[in-house]
């Protein structure tokens, strides 16, 4: 890896942590940062990852709750509660931030055609997960939230944010190395 890709990779970090502190979540942020540094697609898609964030999807406890300002609360690092007293309950699977790694992988190396290969996007996908949870140890946002809002001096996941849009940089940008069906679009 050269100076310019790792210049690449640590701006894509950086990129998702200024995304968080405009209000995005986990999924939104990783997703516009890899967007941006490859400009895959207009930035409005960010709404097709939106319901990524928490592991895939929030329910409310009981009618009145403010799931905005809660989830918010959450990602900013203010809301201190455990899972079981707040008013909300998240669906808790697979990281929003993983998530939307993939759907970038996806958007470069997928498919078109159903007879197209899917050796490449396939690759590329399982080493995403496979460099995901050799970092962060988890892959559910379940596991993932508490154990790195405890290590975080912000009490939120913005590590998780940056490292996986790193780690997906660092993919995309190697991705023909990685899997050799993969051709060097990047």
Known sequence: MNAKDRQIIKAAGKKALANRKKGFHCSESVFLAINDTFKITDPAMVKMVTGFHGGGGTHRKKEGVDLTQTLEGMAAGKETRSGDELPIVQIGHLCGALASGIVCI?????????????????????????????????????????????????????????????????????????????????
């Open 106 to 186: 996806g958007l470069l190396y997928g498919r078109e055609s159903g007879t197209d290969d899917l050796t490449c996007v396939d690759e590329l996908c399982y080493e995403f997960h496979r460099r995901f949870e050799e970092k962060l140890v988890e892959k559910e946002c379940r596991h993932l939230f508490p154990r790195w809002k405890a290590k975080s001096p912000t009490n939120n996941c913005e590590y998780v944010y940056q490292t996986a849009s790193e780690i997906a940089v660092e993919l995309i940008l190697e991705a023909s190395t990685v899997v050799p069906e993969c051709q060097q679009i990047i």
